[in-house]
């Protein structure tokens, strides 16, 4: 299994521009998760999803979006990218509440 | 709503001692999941341990243990022995019975010098 895998590993954008996040997950878990992770700081859940076709607001939800179409993927998208989402993204995944396993971490700059 | 506090921001510590991390939560149901999580400079998310509420016995795995009590609402992680590659950030997280959210801790950083 690879586990959750995330691309790109990193990315440097400019203000205004789009991207999208890629996830997926090869263990059939139903929870997906992102989360981002400020410099020194913890993780804030950005938006989770419970199944395919159901999505769910985190924490920290303005400036994304995010689809779940099938089990193994969950992207998120980022429009009008801004300074203030210069972060460490994380993607992960359960089955329910044993524990998330975490994908490597997308590091995105914007510029 | 839940809380995960990890008062300690940074540790530093030699060689072998051995260090412990705390970790204070609070959440008001009675079913709850607690969590460990390492992330070393490398930056990927490393799981350690989950312990649910109705399970309060310490768990030791190597040199690693985990003192859960309710009654003050700690979930403690102690490295004994530490070593240089035990330094990196450890996370405390929490999430509910039917929780789809873990909430974390700021974490602790953990030096080990030799």
């Known amino acids: 299994n690879a586990g959750v895998t995330q691309t790109p590993k990193f990315r440097i954008l400019k203000i205004g521009q789009s991207m999208t996040l890629q996830c997926a997950q090869d263990?059939?878990?139903?929870?997906m998760y992102w989360y981002r992770q400020d410099p020194g700081m913890g993780l804030k859940l950005i938006y989770y999803s419970v199944g395919a076709g159901i999505t769910d607001k985190g924490e920290v939800p303005n400036g994304y979006n995010v689809s779940r179409s099938t089990t193994e993927d969950f992207p998120l998208r980022l429009e009008l990218a801004a300074p203030s989402q210069t972060s460490v993204y994380f993607c992960?995944?359960?089955?329910?509440?044993?524990?998330?396993?975490f994908g490597p971490g997308t590091r995105l700059t914007v510029t | 709503a839940q809380k995960v506090t990890q008062a300690q921001t940074e540790i530093s510590v030699v060689e072998k001692e051995d260090v412990t991390l705390d970790c204070v939560y609070e959440?008001?149901?009675?079913?709850?999941?607690l969590f460990w999580y390492k992330q070393p400079p490398s930056g990927e998310l490393v799981f350690l341990i989950r312990r649910n509420s109705f399970d309060e016995q310490n768990e030791i795995s190597g040199r690693y243990s985990w003192n859960f009590q309710k009654s003050t609402s700690s979930f403690n992680f102690t490295i004994t022995a530490s070593q240089v590659v035990d330094s990196a950030v450890y996370f405390c997280?929490?999430?509910?019975?039917?929780?789809?959210?873990?909430?974390f801790g700021a974490g602790t950083i953990l030096r080990v010098k030799s």
């Open positions: 959440t008001r149901d009675t079913t709850y999941y």
């Open positions: 997280a929490l999430t509910m019975e039917y929780g789809n959210k873990l909430v």
């Open positions: 992960a995944s359960s089955f329910r509440w044993e524990g998330q396993y």
């Open positions: 263990m059939n878990h139903n929870y």
